[in-house]
């Protein structure tokens, strides 16, 4: 199974300020046929189901602000929230979507206000 | 409007059985793969499994923890996704969540339940 690592566990960030969020993958997501990486990037916020921000690694859902971004390819991505708001509190997850099933989820990694 | 809703979830003993339902509104879920993801309390989210659509042959997968006690069905003409849970371990408590593999996305989920909760506990 692919495993998936994200760094931080948590952080704090100012409002306005830069949030960046790593995601590892134990073994490539990039699929040579199409060149799309398999990746994409949740949040959730308390009590709410995880919502879909980023799919392909690097396109935004629609109606995503678009201060969430994500890139990245490979093994090594990154989801980057340019100006943090208040309504940014929330966990974020990586997941893969490589090929076949089991998909799975990084550890999550919280986003608070300093 | 697009939605999923998930329902069924229970106090259940270890050993003991439930089955979820995960009613779909606003689209077509013959042409849906689905999932079912977990998280319990406190933790992160873990994929439970997935069945294709029947055009795609309805094949079901299933995450390593639940194979063999677990169960994914569909009732498109209900626009109901199902899980059959057995053998149910105090480790499978927690809120499931039932969500849609968005065909342009690949298997990333773009809808998704608000999820129902299951406690297992003596």
């Known amino acids: 199974d692919i495993v998936m690592t994200q760094s931080p566990d948590s952080l704090a960030v100012s409002l306005g300020e830069r949030a960046t969020i790593n995601c590892k993958s134990s073994?490539?997501?990039?699929?040579?046929?199409?060149?799309?990486?398999?990746l994409a990037w949740y949040q959730q916020k308390a009590g709410q189901p995880p919502k879909l921000l980023i799919y392909?690694?690097?396109t935004r859902e629609s109606g995503v602000p678009d201060r969430f971004s994500g890139s990245g390819s490979g093994t090594d991505f990154t989801l980057t929230i340019s100006s943090l708001q208040a309504e940014d509190v929330a966990v974020y997850y990586c997941?893969?979507?490589?090929?076949?099933?089991?998909?799975?989820f990084g550890q999550g990694t919280k986003v608070e206000i300093k | 409007e697009v939605q999923l809703v998930e329902s069924g979830g229970d106090l259940v003993k270890p050993g003991g059985s439930l089955r979820l339902s995960c009613a779909a509104s606003?689209?077509?879920?013959?042409?849906?793969?689905m999932s079912w993801v977990r998280q319990a309390p406190g933790k992160g989210l873990e994929w439970v499994g997935r069945?294709?659509?029947?055009?795609?042959?309805?094949?079901?997968h299933y995450a390593a923890p639940v194979k063999g006690r677990y169960t994914i069905s569909r009732d498109d003409s209900k626009n109901t996704l199902y899980l059959q849970m057995n053998s149910l371990k105090i480790e499978d408590t927690a809120v499931y969540y039932c969500?849609?593999?968005?065909?342009?996305?690949?298997?990333?989920?773009?809808?998704w339940g608000q999820g129902t909760v299951i406690t297992v506990s003596s």
């Open positions: 997941q893969q979507y490589y090929k076949t099933p089991p998909w799975t």
């Open positions: 073994q490539s997501v990039l699929y040579s046929s199409n060149s799309k990486n398999y």
């Open positions: 969500a849609r593999e968005g065909g342009s996305y690949g298997g990333a989920f773009d809808i």
């Open positions: 069945i294709k659509s029947k055009s795609a042959g309805g094949t079901t």
């Open positions: 606003g689209f077509t879920l013959s042409d849906a793969w």
């Open positions: 392909w690694a690097s």
